[in-house]
Each structure stands twice: as C-alpha cells, then as structure tokens.
C-alpha cells in the first residue's frame, strides 16, 4: 500500500521558514513526478511546487523565491523548504505523487497544517 507521510508543519511567524518532508513507501521513488499542493480555510487545492522524475522543478507565482522543493531519492523524501512565510501561506500543506505509468496515482499524504501568525 502507497503511503505518504507529511512532517514539518506548525505554527510560525510572518517573515519565519519552516521545512516540511514527505515520506514515500512502496513506490519506485525515482520514476514519479512528486508535488506539494496547499488548501486553505474556504479555498480550492493548489499547487505549490512539484518535482519531476528527470529533477526538472515548476513553482507557483505566489511562492517563487521563497519555496524549495527538493527530493533525497535514497531516502524516498520529498522536502518544501518554505522561506520568508507570509500569512496568506496558511494551509493545510499535502504531499503529491503522480506518474503517467501507474494506473492507480496519483496518491496523497494524510496533510500538515502550516500556520502563519504573529
């Protein structure tokens, strides 16, 4: 069974970095395209950043030159380094995998929550 698991979330200040990972069991890592999506309070899911198999990244407008993401394919981990956090990031963060090979992706994570406040 394809699991993914978040970690990392919690509660910050405007202007602060938080670094969220996602675990990946019982899938070949390296051939999936892997993606962070965030959903706020009232508002539809939307995609963060991905990262493709061939390492090729895709960053929303909203986050660009503040998010990372990044991937340890020996570890099987997806990670989001979030930088100069701003209130309107608040979501519940979820982690993504996706490949065009297997009929049963996308899957999901379970959801971190991410909040920014003073």
């Known amino acids: 069974q394809v699991q993914l698991v978040e970690s990392g979330g919690g509660l910050v200040q405007p202007g602060g970095s938080l670094r969220l990972s996602c675990v990946v069991s019982?899938?070949?890592?390296?051939?999936?395209?892997m993606g962070w999506y965030r959903q706020a309070p009232g508002k539809q899911r939307e995609l963060v950043a991905n990262i493709r198999s061939s390492g090729n990244t895709h960053y929303a407008d909203s986050v660009k030159g503040r998010f990372t993401i990044s991937r340890d394919v020996a570890k099987k981990t997806v990670y989001l380094q979030m930088n100069s956090l701003k209130s309107e990031d608040t979501a519940v963060y979820f982690c993504?995998?996706?490949?065009?090979?297997?009929?049963?992706?996308?899957?999901w994570g379970q959801g971190t929550q991410v909040t920014v406040s003073s």
């Open positions: 019982e899938i070949l890592f390296s051939v999936y395209d």
């Open positions: 993504n995998a996706d490949s065009k090979f297997d009929s049963g992706a996308p899957y």
